[in-house]
């Protein structure tokens, strides 16, 4: 596994939804923000929405974003900590225009070579290597690289030398920016470990009942009526079980592009648990005429949230996704435990 997270900001409306994928999600969202007519992030004030990996931190880490200045001081920053240590930061410069990338310290590591402009949306990358002296810096911005750096000391302090949180902030009151498309890598893996390009994540949805229907529709007529909002509805109407290995499987709107290549799939369940107990679920993939099930599995809590599952194949065929694949897939939800 390299792709960590992605979020494309069109399946919420509110920070308090934001706030159940990002820690502390807190940043405005708009439905005509985004690029491709989708919704985005943006802010003219002071905030702030932090991603945390699960599990060990990692030495090198690629983030990627398309950010548009709209108006004001240029204030996007991206901040990448391990736990309270901030290791570098990348802001752009209000005098040269120019992008930054700064130790946690303070120190200027580096500036990016051309210029950025308003009003226009630019696909930015940052892959960053912490060390105390084989530290490494890339910049790009659509798709070209900007910023070259090695043989740097790239760790602020922290007691592991490893990344396990991504902040995005705006910090200029009267400023404004707006930020979509966002993922985070690792170098792991086969698949998508390192820069990424300028990518498009798109949310699409459930469009109609598929194979499985074992859950219970509550608040509606049928369980594709529960789970079908764009931005979730919470106890309005949902779809509920208490029987281990129950499944439901939807068919999904298709993907808009007709061409192109898929990176992966991130399943984004939003549930919670209504009594003592533990609960599990995971994500279902119906492939074809069969159901394959993703991970072990995670604990829900009683408080709404965002699970989020990533597959970079298609578990029907081993190999990466086509369009074709994830339009002709079903997408669902298995009760594990």
């Not at 798109?202 to 369980?223: D, E, K, L």
């Not at 919470?234 to 061409?259: E, H, N």
């Not at 029907?316 to 594990?336: H, M, P, Q, R, Y």
Request: glycine share 10%; charged share 20%.
């Amino acid at each position: 596994m390299a792709l960590l997270f992605c979020d494309s900001f069109d399946h919420y409306t509110t920070n308090a939804q934001l706030a159940t994928k990002w820690g502390n999600g807190n940043f405005n969202i708009n439905s005509a923000w985004g690029r491709n007519g989708t919704a985005g992030i943006g802010t003219g004030e002071d905030r702030s929405s932090r991603w945390t990996k699960s599990g060990t931190g990692v030495d090198t880490i690629i983030v990627g974003f398309a950010n548009n200045f709209i108006s004001g001081t240029p204030n996007t920053r991206l901040n990448l900590y391990e736990d309270a240590t901030l290791h570098i930061y990348l802001y752009p410069n209000a005098g040269s225009l120019k992008w930054q990338v700064y130790r946690g310290d303070g120190t200027l590591l580096g500036t990016s070579s051309p210029s950025f402009a308003f009003g226009i949306y630019d696909y930015i990358e940052l892959k960053v290597k912490i060390h105390d002296t084989t530290g490494t810096v890339d910049l790009r911005v659509n798709n070209v690289s900007v910023l070259s750096l090695t043989g740097q000391d790239t760790r602020n302090g922290g007691t592991s030398g490893l990344i396990n949180a991504v902040l995005i902030s705006s910090i200029d009151y009267g400023s404004v920016s707006r930020l979509d498309d966002f993922y985070v890598c690792d170098t792991s893996g086969s698949r998508n470990n390192d820069f990424l390009g300028d990518v498009r994540i798109q949310a699409i949805f459930p469009s109609a009942t598929g194979n499985s229907s074992q859950w219970t529709a509550n608040g509606a007529a049928t369980n594709r009526e529960c789970v079908d909002e764009i931005t979730p509805n919470d106890d309005t109407d949902y779809i509920s079980s208490s029987t281990a290995t129950q499944k439901d499987t939807y068919v999904f709107g298709d993907v808009t592009p007709t061409s192109g290549t898929v990176k992966a799939v991130q399943h984004v369940l939003y549930a919670r648990k209504d009594d003592a107990g533990t609960r599990t679920i995971r994500p279902v993939i119906r492939h074809s005429t069969t159901d394959y099930t993703v991970g072990a599995g995670t604990n829900i809590s009683i408080t709404y949230a965002m699970i989020k599952d990533i597959s970079e194949t298609n578990p029907g065929t081993s190999t990466d996704w086509t369009i074709s694949d994830v339009n002709n897939a079903e997408f669902g939800v298995e009760l594990v435990a």
